[in-house]
């Protein structure tokens, strides 16, 4: 029989991480990966699925290798449905989103083998949801966490260092000193932390108030450089050389009364217009929230701010790669 797929619950994005004043709070490091549940029913039932249910356990055979090689300390407590994120590690607080990236595109086998040996992949899991065929998402959070650390305990595997290739299953540990958790994300340039409610139940499907995502923002000034009127978006680039090179675009962030007066200060100083775009001359500045950079564009940017007082050929390529100030 097979067993029952979940779509995860996924957590809330907000700015500022709820302080943890009643002990009702824990913090976890939240990593650049693929959201999957790994389930394991037997030696030949080994799977991960992606947060939208597809299938991905041929593109990380080093992970079901794991498994099969722990199956006979994993016996006694399968069924079994792991929460957690699919990963290449690059140190205890960051992942490679670029590594991850190529290696879910890659299909064929023997390029994904060769992947599985350099880019090797590490599943860390954050919640328990079944053992030994008992479902716990109707328990309290910190109740299926101290199944999930006894049964990693059991299977003789402990949390002491995360960036270790010879250990491709393991768990993220949580805290209640969000301080010490932030500094360690922001120091290693992560991307940010998962704020839990200790009594929180996992709800399939949903997205929750008791799960809190908090992003390391970078922040750095762009030059607007068109607005594409399908899909409302502002495409920014920045000075480089002689030239204005294309990073990206953003619509989020923009309050409505902002939106308006930007598009009509553009409307008014376009100095081409299709049916598509509105174009116009650098003079614009904005500075953009942003989580990574990513083949040379930025990655997520919302909108913080105009820059009116900024020249736009100070909107550079060297400043913004260089920019390291958090949100």
Same mark, same amino acid.
């Given at each position: 029989? *097979? *067993?029952?797929?979940?779509?995860?619950?996924?957590?809330?994005?907000?700015?500022?991480?709820?302080?943890?004043?009643?002990?009702?709070?824990?913090?976890?490091?939240?990593?650049?990966?693929?959201?999957?549940?790994?389930?394991?029913?037997?030696?030949?039932?080994?799977?991960?699925? &992606?947060?939208?249910?597809?299938?991905?356990?041929?593109?990380?055979?080093?992970?079901?290798?794991?498994?099969?090689?722990?199956?006979?300390?994993?016996?006694?407590?399968?069924?079994?449905?792991?929460?957690?994120?699919?990963?290449?590690?690059?140190?205890?607080?960051?992942?490679?989103?670029?590594?991850?990236?190529?290696?879910?595109?890659?299909?064929?086998?023997?390029?994904?083998?060769?992947?599985?040996?350099? #880019?090797?992949?590490?599943?860390?899991?954050?919640?328990?949801?079944?053992?030994?065929?008992?479902?716990?998402?109707?328990?309290?959070?910190?109740?299926?966490?101290?199944? %999930?650390?006894?049964?990693?305990?059991?299977?003789?595997?402990?949390?002491?260092?995360?960036?270790?290739?010879?250990?491709? %299953?393991? #768990?993220?540990?949580?805290?209640?000193?969000?301080?010490?958790?932030?500094?360690?994300?922001?120091?290693?340039?992560?991307?940010?932390?998962?704020?839990?409610?200790?009594?929180?139940?996992?709800?399939?499907?949903?997205?929750?108030?008791?799960?809190?995502?908090?992003?390391?923002?970078?922040?750095?000034?762009?030059?607007?450089?068109?607005?594409?009127?399908?899909?409302?978006?502002?495409?920014?680039?920045?000075?480089?050389?002689?030239?204005?090179?294309?990073?990206?675009?953003?619509?989020?962030?923009?309050?409505?009364?902002?939106?308006?007066?930007?598009?009509?200060?553009?409307?008014?100083?376009?100095?081409?217009?299709?049916?598509?775009?509105?174009?116009?001359?650098?003079?614009?500045?904005?500075?953009?929230?942003?989580?990574?950079?990513?083949?040379?564009?930025?990655?997520?940017?919302?909108?913080?701010?105009?820059?009116?007082?900024?020249?736009?050929?100070?909107?550079?390529?060297?400043?913004? *790669?260089?920019?390291?100030?958090? &949100?």
């Amino acid at each position: 029989m *097979m *067993m029952k797929r979940y779509k995860p619950m996924v957590p809330t994005l907000v700015e500022i991480a709820p302080r943890n004043s009643q002990a009702d709070w824990v913090y976890e490091v939240k990593y650049d990966g693929f959201r999957c549940l790994l389930y394991i029913k037997d030696a030949e039932q080994i799977e991960l699925y &992606s947060r939208n249910l597809i299938n991905i356990s041929c593109s990380f055979p080093e992970i079901v290798n794991e498994i099969k090689e722990r199956m006979s300390d994993l016996l006694n407590y399968i069924p079994l449905i792991f929460d957690g994120e699919l990963v290449i590690l690059e140190s205890n607080y960051r992942a490679s989103f670029e590594k991850i990236q190529v290696r879910g595109r890659t299909k064929a086998e023997k390029k994904v083998q060769q992947l599985a040996k350099e #880019y090797p992949a590490h599943y860390l899991v954050f919640d328990l949801l079944n053992i030994n065929g008992v479902e716990l998402i109707h328990e309290p959070l910190l109740k299926r966490k101290e199944a %999930l650390y006894s049964l990693f305990h059991y299977i003789g595997i402990e949390n002491t260092s995360l960036v270790n290739k010879s250990i491709k %299953l393991n #768990y993220i540990q949580f805290s209640r000193e969000l301080e010490l958790t932030w500094q360690h994300v922001q120091k290693e340039n992560g991307e940010g932390i998962v704020a839990k409610k200790t009594t929180s139940k996992w709800i399939e499907g949903t997205r929750t108030t008791e799960w809190l995502k908090i992003k390391n923002w970078k922040k750095a000034d762009f030059i607007i450089t068109a607005f594409e009127k399908k899909n409302g978006y502002f495409h920014v680039g920045l000075h480089n050389g002689n030239k204005i090179i294309d990073v990206g675009l953003f619509s989020h962030g923009l309050s409505s009364i902002e939106r308006d007066a930007l598009q009509q200060i553009m409307k008014n100083n376009a100095i081409h217009e299709d049916e598509n775009f509105m174009y116009i001359n650098p003079s614009i500045c904005v500075e953009l929230k942003f989580l990574d950079w990513y083949k040379n564009e930025i990655r997520q940017p919302r909108f913080s701010k105009f820059k009116l007082e900024k020249r736009w050929i100070d909107c550079t390529w060297e400043e913004a *790669m260089m920019k390291v100030t958090k &949100s």
